[in-house]
């Protein structure tokens, strides 16, 4: 099974960590001197039945005075600023998903929506990153993973509690990714989807309970290594890019007396490129919770 295209697109949903082997929580504290922070790797979309969390991420919370997310969690649900991004993520004038997929994928994509019942006109004007995001959403609703993620439970909890809010980056970066996503292999990325989502009933299943056990060597297998062997750039854009931009914000945060808790998707934490290790290489002490 050819996993890489597939988790490019549910990176935004699931990053999960891939450490080596250790079988605790996601969560770890960063110290230098007086000085601390927590973060927590993520899961952007889970089940009612994933609750509650790992009581680690409670731990930390409970420490922690600011929460620090990818991006602002609260004003991506505004209705009006969905509409206004979404316009970002529709083929230009002019352009024809036809003209940008083979006849064999464009009927493939046919005979799929035939079969969920989805009307071709409702998909066809979107770029095919936003149709790849769409058709895996739509088959993880079949699955019942369609509640309250990690990053959305604690932003709530965080206005609730009184706590103050930050991001690492703005939600035009964010919507940019997904609109560039699979530029060039728009065919690839529409014909991969297709048929990794065939497995997706069983792989969003043993994701989710190496997640939960913390069983990071199999994630790293499932999740990291596909992507970083079979799609380089958007490894490199999706995650090298993005952690080296935030490592300054982060590195800031440790020298103010504030705690913050910096929750991410979780595969931004992995490996030499990780959030985790260049703070580690940076003198910084990094210590699971």
Same mark, same amino acid.
């Given at each position: 099974?050819?996993?890489?295209?597939?988790?490019?697109?549910?990176?935004?949903?699931?990053?999960?960590?891939?450490?080596?082997?250790?079988?605790?929580?996601?969560?770890?504290?960063?110290?230098?001197?007086?000085?601390?922070?927590?973060?927590?790797?993520?899961?952007?979309?889970?089940?009612?039945?994933?609750?509650?969390?790992?009581?680690?991420?409670?731990?930390?919370?409970?420490?922690?005075?600011?929460?620090?997310?990818?991006?602002?969690?609260?004003?991506?649900?505004?209705?009006?600023?969905?509409?206004?991004?979404?316009?970002?993520?529709?083929?230009?004038?002019?352009?024809?998903?036809?003209?940008?997929?083979?006849?064999?994928?464009?009927?493939?994509?046919?005979?799929?929506? *035939? =079969? %969920?019942?989805? /009307?071709?006109?409702?998909? +066809?004007?979107?770029?095919?990153?936003?149709? $790849?995001? &769409?058709?895996?959403?739509?088959?993880?609703?079949?699955?019942?993973?369609?509640?309250?993620?990690?990053?959305?439970?604690?932003?709530?909890?965080?206005?609730?509690?009184?706590?103050?809010?930050?991001?690492?980056?703005?939600?035009?970066?964010?919507?940019?990714?997904?609109?560039?996503?699979?530029?060039?292999?728009?065919?690839?990325?529409?014909?991969?989807?297709?048929?990794?989502?065939?497995?997706?009933?069983?792989?969003?299943?043993?994701?989710?309970?190496?997640?939960?056990?913390?069983?990071?060597?199999?994630?790293?297998?499932?999740?990291?290594?596909? *992507? =970083? %062997?079979?799609? /380089?750039?958007?490894?490199? +854009?999706?995650?090298?890019?993005?952690?080296? $931009?935030? &490592?300054?914000?982060?590195?800031?945060?440790?020298?103010?007396?504030?705690?913050?808790?910096?929750?991410?998707?979780?595969?931004?934490?992995?490996?030499?490129?990780?959030?985790?290790?260049?703070?580690?290489?940076?003198?910084?002490?990094?210590?699971?919770?």
């Amino acid at each position: 099974m050819k996993l890489s295209i597939k988790h490019c697109i549910l990176s935004f949903f699931i990053f999960i960590i891939a450490l080596p082997a250790y079988s605790d929580s996601p969560v770890w504290k960063v110290e230098k001197g007086e000085h601390q922070l927590f973060i927590g790797g993520t899961i952007h979309l889970l089940s009612q039945s994933d609750y509650p969390l790992p009581p680690e991420f409670e731990t930390a919370y409970n420490q922690s005075t600011r929460l620090i997310f990818e991006t602002d969690i609260q004003e991506i649900k505004d209705p009006e600023y969905q509409l206004m991004m979404m316009s970002e993520l529709v083929l230009a004038d002019g352009e024809d998903l036809k003209q940008l997929l083979s006849e064999e994928t464009y009927r493939e994509l046919e005979e799929y929506c *035939l =079969k %969920r019942g989805i /009307p071709m006109v409702l998909i +066809t004007s979107f770029k095919p990153g936003m149709i $790849a995001m &769409m058709l895996t959403l739509m088959e993880l609703q079949q699955l019942g993973v369609d509640g309250t993620g990690v990053d959305d439970y604690y932003s709530t909890k965080a206005l609730q509690d009184g706590k103050s809010l930050g991001q690492l980056e703005t939600i035009e970066q964010q919507f940019a990714f997904i609109s560039a996503m699979g530029k060039g292999q728009e065919d690839d990325l529409i014909s991969y989807t297709l048929e990794d989502i065939k497995q997706l009933p069983t792989t969003w299943k043993k994701l989710n309970a190496a997640w939960r056990k913390g069983n990071l060597q199999e994630l790293k297998e499932i999740a990291l290594l596909p *992507l =970083k %062997r079979d799609h /380089p750039e958007t490894y490199d +854009t999706l995650l090298v890019k993005r952690n080296n $931009a935030w &490592m300054p914000q982060i590195e800031a945060m440790l020298t103010t007396k504030e705690v913050e808790f910096v929750l991410v998707g979780a595969l931004h934490l992995v490996g030499n490129n990780g959030l985790l290790a260049q703070l580690s290489a940076k003198g910084y002490t990094v210590t699971r919770l």
